[in-house]
């Protein structure tokens, strides 16, 4: 069975702290993704990694970073959390082939609030 | 511009009759993939259904089904003999490039089945 894992499912830090979420796949997946997702938004892409320690931006990388040091691993790095950052995070996997159906996975989320 | 558009902020529909949830997507691409995924309040994302832009008949999983109109640019899901357990966010998603590392996801339909 195929399983993406979060850190946490909720959050709630204050405002200027430093946050990690934690994302961890068993699928041996090349891909890694993060997403916000808020209310009549749908799913925005932030970062995307296709490799160790290569990451892409994604359409919303303003004040995120992201870490990839090993295959399995994925974290988020809000540097100085605003409140504008409140919102649900999605962590996704999927292998590197653009074969039919190789969907991503995705984790549970992880509901930050900013306070 | 919207690559995902679903028009439906939320349906309603009685059990054990059968819904369309619509998606239109824009793409000059001539390979592309088209997915939805069901969100239940717990959070995750399900994959439900694929089609690929080559596919000629339109997919089915189960009570799920794709309603495909390449020339419309629609991807409308349909959900037969509604079940209590089907109330969720459903979303429309698109797949282009020739890397599996660009999808883009519609705002999103709240189905509730009634009882």
């Known amino acids: 069975d195929v399983k993406v894992t979060q850190s946490s499912r909720y959050l709630v830090k204050r405002t200027g702290e430093k946050v990690f979420l934690e994302c961890v796949q068993d699928?041996?997946?090349?891909?890694m993704f993060w997403y916000r997702q808020d209310p009549g938004l749908g799913l925005r892409l932030i970062y995307f990694?296709?490799?160790?320690?290569?990451?892409e931006k994604g359409d919303i990388p303003e004040g995120y970073s992201v870490s990839r040091e090993k295959k399995e691993r994925f974290s988020l790095i809000l540097e100085s959390a605003s409140t504008n950052q409140t919102s649900m995070y999605l962590c996704?996997?999927?292998?590197?082939?653009?074969?039919?159906?190789?969907?991503?996975?995705f984790g549970p989320g992880t509901r930050l609030t900013v306070l | 511009a919207q690559k995902i558009t679903q028009t439906q902020p939320g349906m309603f529909v009685q059990e054990k009759e059968a819904v369309t949830l619509d998606c239109t997507y824009d793409?000059?691409?001539?390979?592309?993939?088209l997915f939805w995924y069901k969100q239940p309040s717990s959070g995750e994302m399900i994959f439900l259904i694929y089609?690929?832009?080559?596919?000629?008949q339109n997919a089915t999983e189960g009570r799920y089904s794709l309603n495909f109109q390449k020339a419309r640019k629609s991807a409308n899901l349909v959900i037969s003999a509604s079940q209590l357990g089907d109330s969720a966010m459903y979303f429309c998603?698109?797949?282009?490039?020739?890397?599996?590392?660009?999808?883009?996801f519609g705002a999103g339909t709240r189905l509730t089945v009634k009882p």
């Open positions: 996704a996997s999927s292998s590197r082939r653009r074969e039919g159906t190789d969907t991503q996975y």
């Open positions: 699928m041996d997946h090349e891909n």
């Open positions: 990694s296709y490799d160790v320690k290569m990451k």
């Open positions: 793409t000059s691409d001539q390979s592309y993939g």
């Open positions: 089609q690929g832009s080559y596919d000629e």
């Open positions: 998603a698109m797949r282009e490039g020739v890397n599996n590392n660009d999808m883009r």
